[in-house]
């Protein structure tokens, strides 16, 4: 008696000539590839401090809004995310929608900046750019949209500066680093992150990118390459597949003393919630992030699961507070097709709802 899961020797043969067939086109189509790039939208830089880059992107129509849009980044992978291609480009299509954005470059750390600490990264550089726009627009705050770690970032800024940011918007952006769901806050809790950065100074990419991966280690070793077959044949599948191929591996490496810092204070001290984030000679309260927040979260994030997140709520001091849970992933957030279409008009709605 044939089991449900037994395999008949025609169906056998079948996926066999269809997959030398696939693996066939597929060879054609790698070879007729050139080097995969990125990004979508042309894009021009305005300030420049050492290796931190601002850049202006443009549309094809004139902002409508009344300030700058500002999107702070994280340190451990590069900002083009948000504007990958044509067709996912988180930027490209707040462009469309009438917003003036702006996104921050951290660059790639080397040797020299072994010592930038928290303070660097948040009062000169996130906060340069802020400046920089407010000069160059004659006004006194802008728009803060911060993703993951930037989001954390951008927490900092508003509540050391609310005066400097008109909305803040979060976008998957870690809160509560103790929850029991958050794998990654799990595994720093005992790291002895004085004898990793004494030995290692900055922390290498390719060691943060295996620590990631392994997160879901069958999905991200070994499925998605095996689902590759399948649409090898399929040109633009596979230049996409590159591109994002491409992104996940091409993150800079992290500048030791901000690494400390920021493993210390946030993963390890949970100093969101229990305090004891300092910035320069700044302690962080919550409590004076008292502008317009939109904290926007994704219910199938892996790195920084929803529970890590809505506790913003009941941290900051703002009376207007929103939440947008999207149905996906912590990256598809940015690239789905469900995304391009709901996550930049929610944005540009409730800034244009808060405009005046």
Not at 273 to 300: C, D, F, S, T, W
């Amino acid at each position: 008696m044939n089991g449900p899961l037994d395999i008949g020797l025609d169906t056998l043969i079948e996926d066999t000539v269809r997959v030398q067939r696939q693996l066939g086109a597929g060879l054609q189509t790698l070879q007729s590839l050139g080097d995969t790039d990125f990004g979508a939208t042309p894009r021009e830089e305005v300030w420049r401090d050492g290796k931190t880059v601002l850049y202006r992107f443009r549309g094809e129509g004139t902002p409508t809004g009344n300030a700058p849009l500002l999107i702070c980044y994280a340190l451990v992978n590069r900002p083009y995310m948000v504007d990958l291609q044509a067709d996912r480009s988180l930027v490209r299509n707040l462009l469309a929608l009438g917003e003036d954005v702006y996104v921050i470059d951290w660059g790639y750390p080397d040797r020299s900046d072994r010592f930038l600490t928290l303070e660097d990264y948040i009062e000169r550089f996130l906060g340069g750019a802020v400046d920089h726009l407010c000069e160059r627009f004659g006004i006194d705050a802008v728009d803060l949209l911060g993703v993951c770690q930037g989001g954390a970032f951008s927490l900092c800024y508003a509540a050391l500066h609310p005066d400097r940011v008109r909305n803040l918007i979060t976008m998957v952006t870690p809160v509560d680093f103790h929850t029991p769901d958050n794998m990654l806050a799990n595994w720093t809790r005992e790291l002895d992150v004085d004898l990793f950065v004494d030995t290692l100074g900055n922390v290498p990419a390719d060691m943060m990118n295996l620590c990631y991966l392994t997160l879901k280690p069958w999905r991200l070793f070994v499925q998605k390459y095996v689902g590759l077959v399948d649409i090898l044949d399929n040109r633009k599948a596979v230049e996409d597949f590159l591109r994002m191929e491409k992104w996940i591996f091409d993150s800079p490496d992290q500048a030791g003393e901000a690494f400390r810092q920021f493993i210390k204070q946030f993963y390890q001290g949970n100093g969101f919630v229990r305090g004891g984030i300092v910035i320069g000679e700044q302690e962080v309260h919550l409590g004076m992030v008292e502008m317009p927040v939109l904290n926007i979260y994704a219910e199938q994030d892996h790195l920084v699961p929803p529970s890590a997140s809505r506790p913003l709520r009941d941290l900051v001091g703002s009376e207007d507070y929103q939440e947008l849970s999207f149905r996906g992933g912590h990256i598809g957030i940015y690239v789905s097709g469900r995304a391009q279409k709901e996550v930049p008009a929610a944005i540009h709605d409730w800034l244009r709802a808060r405009s005046g």
